[in-house]
C-alpha cells in the first residue's frame, strides 16, 4: 500500500526534489533519474540505509540536517516532500516554515502522513493509544497536520484520503 502511494506521488516529479525525513531511503527508488533529488535526515544511521539504496543513483544526495533548521536557500527546490515524517518531528510547525522557505514560490509541497481523523471514534482511539506509540517509537499518531500547514501559513491545494477514511492523507500545499 504504501509503495503504491509513494509510486503515485513521486514518478511524475521533475526539477530539484527536497526529500525532508528521507530515513532509510524508500522513496528513492520511485523518483526519475531525470529528478535532482536532496534527501535530508537527522539520523546518521538512518542515511546509512539510504545510501546504500542510492549507491547507483548519480541523481541523489543525502545530508544530515535538522529539518527544523534547513541550511538551504530560500526558493530552492520545484518541491519538498514528506512521507510519514511530520508524525516524528518535534516541532512540525516550525519544520512546515522552513519548507515553505525552501519551497519555490511556483512549487509544491506533498505531505504524505497519517494524522487525527476528523471522525470522532478514529480521533478517540488514536488519542488514546497515541502515549504508547510516542512512548515506544517517538511517533505520535493524532497530530493535526492539516491545522499545522495551515499555521504555517502553507496555501492547501488538494486534500485526499486515502485510507483507514481520513487518517492517511495526502496534502498538496504551495508557499
Not at 55 to 66: A, H, P, Q
Not at 98 to 111: D, F, L, Q, Y
Request: hydrophobic share 40%; charged share 25%.
Amino acid at each position: 500500500m504504501f509503495g503504491k502511494w509513494r509510486q503515485m506521488i513521486l514518478s511524475d516529479l521533475s526539477g530539484c526534489v527536497l526529500d525532508f525525513g528521507v530515513g532509510t531511503g524508500k522513496n528513492l527508488k520511485y523518483y526519475a533519474s531525470s529528478c535532482s533529488v536532496v534527501g535530508i535526515d537527522i539520523s546518521s544511521k538512518m542515511l546509512d540505509h539510504a545510501k546504500k539504496r542510492a549507491k547507483d543513483m548519480n541523481n541523489v544526495s543525502l545530508l544530515v540536517m535538522d529539518g527544523e533548521h534547513l541550511a538551504f536557500d530560500d526558493n530552492s527546490f520545484d518541491y519538498v516532500v514528506t512521507t510519514f515524517v511530520l508524525c516524528s518531528v518535534p516541532d512540525p510547525v516550525t519544520a512546515l516554515k522552513e519548507m515553505k522557505r525552501v519551497c519555490k514560490p511556483e512549487g509544491i509541497i506533498m505531505n504524505l502522513e497519517h494524522m487525527r481523523s476528523k471522525h470522532a471514534i478514529l480521533a478517540m482511539i488514536e488519542d488514546i493509544f497515541n502515549p504508547l506509540t510516542f512512548g515506544a517509537m517517538g511517533v505520535n499518531i493524532n497530530r493535526r497536520t492539516v491545522e499545522n500547514i495551515n499555521k504555517a501559513g502553507l496555501n492547501i491545494i488538494d486534500e485526499q484520503n486515502l485510507a483507514i477514511k481520513d487518517v492517511f492523507r495526502l496534502i498538496k500545499s504551495k508557499p
